[in-house]
């Protein structure tokens, strides 16, 4: 079973910013916190990871609760080419990438 | 792109037949998963090699079976189709079992008919 809840849908305007909540309240010390994509049918696509300090990359940040529990998921700039499920997966060291239902972002125009 | 080649792209055969399908993991990948996502389900774990040995098994069935070879590639084997086996079939790849992220292939779909 996943390790995480997500709301199952959002809606954003395009050209705001998607904030992307995610609940893991079990996490253990080692695990990471993952972020996926799908859009459509298309294979998941990789966003961003991180263990506990915030991270940020060219598609997106992730900010960390100081005490692990929850994250969110940042896309500055939404585009309706954003408009896909969003997974949030947590995982530790030889453990599998375990997909929950993750939240289905519109990007509505 | 994300590296991962997966052949055939679509795949339709009857009841009863035998399909195999074919991941290429990005250049020094060793890690090899394997998912299915049917129509009401989301997508299910089904088994991860690491350079070559069954590290660990999901909800796969005994009709399936997989194997990774000494190239890195690896094949998923689905025999004795049912109907209800249409699905997506994706890999992905990872660097090892350390924490860093896996890449994800576009995936196969199969339709039995």
């Known amino acids: 079973d996943a390790k995480t809840t997500q709301p199952p849908s959002m809606d954003c305007a395009e050209g705001r910013a998607a904030n992307l909540p995610c609940n893991h309240s079990t996490i253990s010390g080692n695990e990471y916190v993952y972020w996926y994509r799908q859009i459509h049918s298309q294979g998941p696509q990789y966003i961003i990871h991180?263990?506990?300090n915030n991270e940020t990359n060219e598609m997106a940040s992730l900010i960390i609760t100081e005490d692990r529990k929850s994250s969110t998921l940042i896309l500055p700039h939404a585009t309706l080419r954003d408009t896909a499920v969003y997974y949030c997966i947590v995982k530790g060291y030889g453990q599998n990438f375990v997909f929950g239902p993750g939240t289905r972002l519109s990007v509505l125009p | 792109d994300s590296g991962v080649t997966q052949t055939p792209k679509h795949l339709i055969t009857a009841t009863g037949q035998r399909v195999t399908l074919r991941c290429s993991p990005r250049?020094?990948?060793?890690?090899v998963y394997w998912y299915q996502q049917s129509l009401d389900q989301g997508l299910q774990f089904l088994i991860h090699?690491?350079?070559?040995?069954?590290?660990a098994k999901g909800n796969i069935l005994e009709r399936f079976s997989a194997q990774q070879f000494p190239d890195l590639h690896s094949e998923l084997n689905l025999s004795s189709l049912e109907l209800g086996d249409s699905a997506l079939y994706f890999c992905?790849?990872?660097?090892?079992?350390?924490?860093?992220?896996?890449?994800f292939g576009q995936g196969t779909r199969l339709t039995v008919v």
């Open positions: 991180g263990l506990k």
């Open positions: 250049s020094g990948d060793l890690s």
């Open positions: 992905a790849s990872s660097v090892g079992q350390e924490n860093t992220e896996a890449f």
């Open positions: 090699y690491y350079n070559g040995e069954e590290r």
